[in-house]
Structure formats: C-alpha cells, structure tokens
C-alpha cells in the first residue's frame, strides 16, 4: 500500500499579487519539503483539471463558469478584500479540485492507502455561491461529493485542523447526514463562524473552537475528547483531511501554537479511525500556513504520518 502525492506545476501560477500571503512559495516550500530522501517512496501523480460537473455537485450551478469566465488575461480581478485571481488561476482551481477527484478515484477504488494532494489555491473557505479568503472552490467538499455520487458512499467525515474556521464546508453540508465537518480553529478569528453550538441539521457539524496561545496540549484534548468519539461514533467509510498548517506556532495569521509535530500526531489519530471504519482511506488536501518553515515542517510530519499507513 502507498501513499499518493498529488500535485501539478499549474497550481505555482495562480498568482495573488506582491505581499499576498497565499502565495506559490508556499507550494514551492511543500514540494522541497517532498523532495527529501524519506519521500522518495511517495508514489507521485499528476493533478488532472476537475470537470465544471464537478464542481457543481457543491456549488451553486452557474458558480464555476461565472468564476472561469472572470479570469482576467492579464493583472488582478479581486473577488473580494484578498481573494485574487491572475491569468493563471482559473487553470490553478481547476488542477486543485482535480487533485481531489483523482485522489479519491485512487484511494476508494484503486486501493492506495491514502492521498495528501499539495495544491492551491486553498478551499474551505469557498461557500456554494461565493469565493473568500483565499479560496476559489471548495476542494474538500468536491472531493466527498464525488465519493459519495460515484462510489455510493453513505458516510464521509472531512477533518479540518486549519487554524481558521471552514465556513465553506460548514455551509455546503449543513443539511447533509451523510457527510460529517469536523472542525478545531482558533477562535475568535476569521471567518467568524464555528462556534461549538453549530451542529447542523442532522448533527454532523463538529465545532471545538480554540482560544490564541492554546497549543499542543489544549489541541490535542479537542481531538481526544471530543472530534475524534464523534468521528469515531459517525464511522466514516472515508476520511478527507482540509490540512491546514497556519496553526504552526511560526504562523504569521494566528496564534494557536502547534508544532510540526502536533501535525504528525493529529494525522496518525484520524488514520486510526480510519483504519477501523473506512479501511484506512484518508484523503488530504492543503489547504492554509503561511510561514514557509512552518508550513515545510509541517507539511514533512504529516506526510510521514500518512506514509506510516
Ligand atoms: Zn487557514
């Protein structure tokens, strides 16, 4: 059994303009992170483009091409305050989302042991009808539409140690019993949302806001004492991981305090879960951490951890 890493040169240019802090260095500093000896059993996949079906599983049904047909030949269109698209971008979605489709087509049906996909631009952020922080269309949540459409899977958790609240995905399967969010974030912080009472209709949606400063220990307790029971109790068939590492203590966009090896520890928990429920599959996807040695670090523990499978 191994590990898949997908990725594509396409997703270095979607450029966000000078001082953005989602920029293609991150997956500049993923990919030299992978490129050492200890990865080199990694088995290394080309990120195919997602297909505008789907995309629009989870988004609004004119919402891909409305996006696509933005992307502007030259400069910057902003679709908000920091969401930016460039000339690349529309192609750089397109390799991100597919990144999932292709990794979920491997790991449910091909029988790798799990995926970490290092991609951008993120997605958790993106809702079914609108783009934000930083995020163009929400690769997780296509991802776990597309196990659940193509492969008949009744049950899906998509795990979220981001340091910021996946509105998005909240938003998505709000109404939806068969896919379960769960969430650490600090809090308060962008977006906002996430508060422990947001449950969602079927109680599905798994909130364990965090305070700045908290670190490793306070993290670790969210995970043992509450996301990981209720994961467990929900039995995913498969799990997907919305890998986001600005909760690295390095972080320039928050204070949660982690360290790379909180990263390591939390993927080892969830693939345990996933080794009694869904026979190992864990699908991951990057999505945030902005500080390049951070985000390296971090990227290295959690990829060792899925590699240990
Ligand atoms: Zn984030």
């Given at each position: 059994?191994?590990?898949?890493?997908?990725?594509?040169?396409?997703?270095?240019?979607?450029?966000?303009?000078?001082?953005?802090?989602?920029?293609?260095?991150?997956?500049?500093?993923?990919?030299?992170?992978?490129?050492?000896?200890?990865?080199?059993?990694?088995?290394?996949?080309?990120?195919?483009?997602?297909?505008?079906?789907?995309?629009?599983?989870?988004?609004?049904?004119?919402?891909?091409?409305?996006?696509?047909?933005?992307?502007?030949?030259?400069?910057?269109?902003?679709?908000?305050?920091?969401?930016?698209?460039s000339?690349?971008?529309?192609?750089?979605?397109?390799r991100?989302?597919?990144?999932?489709?292709?990794?979920?087509?491997?790991?449910?049906?091909?029988?790798?042991?799990?995926?970490?996909?290092?991609?951008?631009?993120?997605?958790?952020?993106?809702?079914?009808?609108?783009?934000?922080?930083?995020?163009?269309?929400?690769?997780?949540?296509?991802?776990?539409?597309?196990?659940c459409?193509?492969?008949?899977?009744?049950?899906?958790?998509?795990?979220?140690?981001?340091?910021h609240?996946?509105?998005g995905?909240?938003?998505?399967?709000?109404?939806?019993?068969?896919?379960?969010?769960?969430?650490?974030?600090q809090?308060?912080?962008?977006?906002?949302?996430?508060?422990?009472?947001?449950?969602?209709?079927?109680?599905?949606?798994?909130?364990?806001?965090?305070?700045?400063?908290?670190?490793?220990?306070?993290f670790?307790?969210?995970?043992?004492?509450?996301?990981?029971?209720?994961?467990?109790?929900?039995?995913?068939?498969?799990?997907?991981?919305?890998?986001?590492?600005?909760?690295?203590?390095?972080?320039?966009?928050?204070?949660?305090?982690?360290?790379?090896?909180?990263?390591?520890?939390?993927?080892?928990?969830?693939?345990?879960?996933?080794?009694?429920?869904?026979?190992?599959?864990?699908?991951?996807?990057?999505?945030g951490?902005?500080?390049?040695?951070?985000?390296?670090?971090?990227?290295?523990?959690?990829?060792?951890?899925?590699?240990?499978?």
């Amino acid at each position: 059994m191994t590990t898949a890493f997908f990725t594509h040169p396409a997703c270095l240019e979607h450029d966000t303009g000078q001082g953005h802090p989602e920029r293609p260095q991150r997956l500049e500093a993923v990919l030299l992170a992978l490129d050492e000896p200890e990865f080199a059993k990694l088995e290394r996949c080309e990120a195919p483009l997602a297909e505008i079906a789907h995309i629009t599983r989870v988004h609004d049904k004119h919402y891909a091409s409305d996006l696509l047909a933005r992307v502007p030949q030259r400069g910057w269109v902003a679709l908000d305050g920091d969401t930016l698209m460039s000339a690349g971008s529309g192609e750089a979605a397109l390799r991100a989302a597919g990144a999932m489709i292709a990794a979920v087509d491997l790991v449910v049906k091909n029988g790798a042991a799990n995926a970490f996909c290092g991609v951008r631009p993120p997605g958790h952020h993106a809702e079914s009808d609108m783009a934000m922080g930083f995020c163009l269309f929400n690769n997780v949540a296509i991802g776990a539409a597309h196990a659940c459409a193509t492969y008949g899977l009744k049950r899906v958790a998509i795990v979220d140690f981001d340091v910021h609240h996946g509105n998005g995905t909240q938003d998505i399967f709000w109404h939806d019993p068969t896919v379960m969010y769960c969430s650490t974030h600090q809090m308060p912080l962008f977006p906002g949302t996430g508060a422990s009472g947001e449950r969602g209709e079927h109680d599905t949606i798994v909130n364990a806001p965090l305070a700045s400063e908290d670190g490793s220990a306070k993290f670790r307790s969210a995970f043992e004492n509450l996301i990981l029971p209720q994961l467990q109790k929900f039995a995913p068939e498969l799990i997907i991981i919305s890998a986001g590492f600005d909760a690295h203590y390095r972080d320039p966009l928050a204070s949660l305090n982690l360290k790379a090896d909180d990263f390591g520890w939390v993927t080892r928990k969830v693939m345990d879960v996933a080794q009694t429920t869904a026979g190992g599959r864990v699908v991951s996807v990057l999505e945030g951490g902005y500080d390049l040695q951070g985000l390296k670090e971090s990227v290295a523990a959690h990829v060792t951890a899925l590699m240990g499978a």
